[in-house]
Antibody, heavy 122, light 107 residues
Framework: QVTLKESGPVLVKPTETLTLTCTVS??????????VSWIRQPPGKALEWLAH???????SYTTSLKSRLTISKDTSKSQVVLIMTNMDPVDTATYFC??????????????WGQGTMVTVSS | DFQMTQSPSSLSAFVGDRVTITCRAS??????LAWYQQKPGKVPKVLIY???TLQSGVPSRFSGSGSGTDFTLTISSLQPEDVATYYC?????????FGGGTKVEIK
């Protein structure tokens, strides 16, 4: 069974750096055309795509937050990490990671983690 | 900046009604378009991928169409369990932008 699980701090202070980890199980990044995105959702608001890392390790970021985001992958640990700098209360949201199989057999983001709620407050 | 404009932002319809949601891209990109359903407090679930392919297990009353810049999600006969917010998303090459969402309610 393929699962993704997000982990990280529940509470961060303004200006701090947030580090979130997505741990995958049930599949390996090795020899699989699989990408992982980070997506967030402020309370009561819409989904916002943040960043993506492709199977070949290329990265893509949403333009509005590009200067604050870094996504990386540790294949040996089956983890994808998102770093967001200079946190602000408007960054309070549930953060999801989600998996996509790349190529013509893609079913879009068919596996999601359960999400982790991050509150930014002093 | 690439944008996905989804409309309407909300709708209310009777059980059994046909419901249509549209998504318009600021630039054409083929058919790598997905529709997701998110029920309150739940994780989004993919309904449609490749613009018109139904994900396994999704009821056949859901259908998708379109390519290029204009896409549509249709619920042929709205059911009470379809109350949710629906999102479109471009998923081939970044940015992998979501539409703003459509909240569907029952009258």
């Amino acid at each position: 069974q393929v699962t993704l699980k997000e982990s990280g701090p529940v509470l961060v202070k303004p200006t701090e750096t947030l580090t979130l980890t997505c741990t995958v199980s049930g599949f390996s990044f090795n020899n699989n055309r699989v990408g992982v995105s980070w997506i967030r959702q402020p309370p009561g608001k819409a989904l916002e795509w943040l960043a993506h890392i492709y199977s070949f390790d290329e990265e893509s970021y949403t333009t509005s937050l590009k200067s604050r985001l870094t996504i990386s992958k540790d294949t040996s640990k089956s983890q994808v990490v998102l770093i967001m700098t200079n946190m602000d209360p408007v960054d309070t949201a549930t953060y999801f990671c989600a998996r996509i199989t790349e190529g013509t057999s893609s079913h879009a983001f068919d596996i999601w983690g359960q999400g982790t709620m991050v509150t930014v407050s002093s | 900046d690439f944008q996905m404009t989804q409309s309407p932002s909300s709708l209310s319809a009777f059980v059994g009604d046909r419901v249509t949601i549209t998504c318009r891209a600021s630039q054409g990109f083929g058919n790598s378009l997905a529709w997701y359903q998110q029920k309150p407090g739940k994780v989004p679930k993919v309904l449609i991928y490749a613009a018109s392919t139904l994900q396994s297990g999704v009821p056949s009353r859901f259908s998708g169409s379109g390519s290029g810049t204009d896409f549509t999600l249709t619920i042929s006969s709205l059911q009470p369990e379809d109350v949710a917010t629906y999102y479109c998303q471009k998923y081939d090459i970044g940015p992998l932008t979501f539409g703003g969402g459509t909240k569907v309610e029952i009258k």
